[in-house]
């Protein structure tokens, strides 16, 4: 069977990434596997997996811009912002509370996500895959120590709220939106609580779109491994969908070639701008990933990685 690609799968809820990323290793039969953009186990949604010589495309996934859908539950806040948490603040909403929400149409609690969602920074939660000094935060927190994060910068848009109410005793409430890279949807939770003075948690979350792709074109990891088993690999994409986002290069069959043997080749015919990257295409084929650099006062096209086989 063919190992060498992108997966898109729908992960499901109480699996790591790393344990997506087995399961694919064992029915591919190959060592060479990893996904972008880790899930919290108890997430769900878009995973992209790459397998064999996919792995190359894995490093331009890094910027990608992400997309949610979450229901939060208010009247609880937990140390991992999550379900999976111990409880670390209470909210009781008396009789009075819930008609005074109920007959404002939940104002303050649309006002405190207005406001949450519009800011630029946040700190990342300790609980967290964030590298300190080369351990991952959520080590460090289980063993007890100190953890220490900085305020990472970030942007949120088309975020909506697409109900709210109480739910038996429970007031929960569904969230879309978009964001850039780094953005805890958990931390837009407890924040949301904490605003509003009636702390809250994540209890589902479901990513939906990573870049260029969709969970609409993802499948389970049940069927995946169905389809694996039965030697069926239709599942496997094109890694260069990866790269949809960079501005394309069509190259010129000697320019081509020459980039191949690693020669210097101009840039000016092709009309690129410094600080971005290209795909550079001969034909339809991916030959490389390029970015504009000078040399000696020429601007030439100098290889970030060779693709071409």
């Known amino acids: 069977m063919n190992s060498n690609g992108l997966i898109l799968i729908d992960k499901p809820a109480g699996k790591t990434s790393m344990q997506v990323d087995s399961a694919v290793k064992r029915a591919l039969g190959t060592r060479k596997v990893g996904h972008s953009g880790t899930l919290d186990p108890f997430a769900t949604g878009l995973l992209p997996v790459y397998a064999g010589e996919g792995l190359k495309f894995v490093r331009y996934t890094d910027g ?26 209470r909210h009781v909403f ?26 630029t920074e946040q700190m990342p939660p300790k609980y967290s895959a964030k590298k300190i ?17 900085e305020p990472q910068k970030i942007r949120i848009w088309d975020a909506g709220i697409e109900s709210i109410g109480f739910e038996g005793d429970d007031l929960e409430a ?19 609580g904490r605003e509003c003075g009636l702390f809250a948690h994540a209890r589902e979350l479901r990513r939906t779109k990573a870049g260029p792709f969709s969970v609409e074109d993802a499948i389970t990891l049940d069927r995946f491994t169905r389809m694996a088993e039965e030697g069926d690999d239709s599942f496997l994409r094109d890694p260069k969908e990866t790269l949809s986002f960079m501005p394309l290069i069509g190259l010129t069959a000697k320019d081509a070639a020459d980039l191949k ?7 000016e015919k092709y009309g690129t701008e410094p600080g971005l990257l290209y795909r550079a295409e001969f034909e339809g084929a991916l030959i490389a990933v390029v970015y504009e650099a000078s040399d000696n006062g020429r601007k030439i096209l100098r290889i970030d990685r060779m693709l071409a086989k």
Do not use: H, P, Q
């Open 174 to 192: 569904v969230f879309s939106l978009s964001c850039s890279k780094g953005t805890y949807i958990r931390v837009i939770c407890d924040d949301w």
């Open 64 to 89: 990608y811009d992400k997309a949610y859908r979450c229901r939060i539950r208010f009247g609880a806040s937990t140390d991992t912002m999550d379900t999976e948490g111990e409880v670390l603040d």
């Open 94 to 119: 008396d009789d009075k509370e819930r008609m005074e929400l109920s007959g404002s149409d939940f104002k303050l609690i649309r006002d405190a996500f207005e406001r949450v969602t519009s800011r």
């Open 261 to 267: 043997f690693g020669r210097k080749i101009s840039a």
């Open 133 to 149: 000094n080369g351990r991952k935060a959520y080590e460090l927190a289980r063993e007890g120590a100190e953890v220490k994060l």
